[in-house]
């Protein structure tokens, strides 16, 4: 008789991708949504203007200035920072929402906001994308097309001091390959799942796995006295 399998759901925990302008942070985060369903985006509010593929509600949630201050003052963002000369601020509720439905929530996220997120939820794992180069950085910000010379410019400035944060995060990957990359993060969350402080229903399991074990042990029955077998090895 089978008595099946089971396994130990783990709490799932958000997870910080911050890099600099470029790095390919979000290339990342859209195959790893497409590999499996239990990893969301968190869709940020933001100051900026929309590029031409971006949609409102999408990509960001695109409002005025007034209309991002009256949501941070009233405690709406669990984080929020000036990037590149324009506001942006993560949803308290998207943290909420993604723990209810048993997601892994991606904060693409600069690295104030991640600073900011990783004192109000000491859980988050958070993971800094580097460029495999500086070269590479600047081809992949002007192979993407959407920003002119001069956001380009100013980003890559940026870049030189986001970097030097990278020591703070839990882990660094180097974007060269895009499928290690990816499967790198998917290494990742699979460790990071089996953290004893991520695993809720341990302490009932082990229970259960003790009745198991005692059950088959009566099965076996008791050992042979070794009296009644003199010639029996152990
Ligand atoms: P970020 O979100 O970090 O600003 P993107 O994900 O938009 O960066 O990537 C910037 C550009 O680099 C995009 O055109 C993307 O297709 C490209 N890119 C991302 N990752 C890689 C990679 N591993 N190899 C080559 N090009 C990449
Ligand atoms: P972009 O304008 O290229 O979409 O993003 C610019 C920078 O803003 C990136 O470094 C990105 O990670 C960061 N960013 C996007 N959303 C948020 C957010 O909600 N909070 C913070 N602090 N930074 C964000």
């Known amino acids: ?98 723990i209810e439905r048993r997601q892994y929530l991606i904060l693409d996220i600069d690295i104030q906001g991640a600073r900011q997120i990783r004192r109000a939820v000491p859980e988050a794992v958070s993971i800094f994308v580097l460029p495999p180069s500086g070269v590479e950085l600047g081809q992949r910000l002007a192979g993407r097309g959407s920003e002119d010379g001069a956001v380009r410019r100013r980003r890559l400035d940026n870049a030189r001091a986001e970097i030097q944060a990278a020591g703070e995060f839990d882990y660094v990957i180097v974007n060269g390959s895009l499928d290690t990359s990816v499967a790198a993060v998917e290494a990742i969350l699979l460790t990071e799942g089996c953290r004893t402080s991520r695993l809720p229903g341990l302490k009932q399991e082990i229970g259960r796995l003790d009745d198991e074990i005692g059950q088959c042990l009566r099965g076996i029955g008791s050992p042979p006295s070794s009296s009644s077998d003199p010639q029996r090895g152990t």
């Open 1 to 98: 008789m089978s008595v099946g399998s089971r396994s130990l759901e783990n709490r799932t925990f958000p997870l910080i991708f911050a890099a600099p302008s470029g790095a390919g942070k979000t290339t990342i985060a859209q195959r790893l949504m497409e590999r499996r369903g239990d990893v969301v985006f968190s869709i940020s509010m933001t100051t900026r203007t929309p590029r031409s593929y971006e949609h409102n509600g999408v990509h960001y949630h695109f409002v005025e200035e007034d209309e991002f201050r009256r949501l941070a003052d009233a405690g709406e963002l669990v984080e929020w920072a000036e990037v590149h000369g324009n506001l942006y601020g993560t949803p308290a509720r998207n943290l909420t929402e993604a």
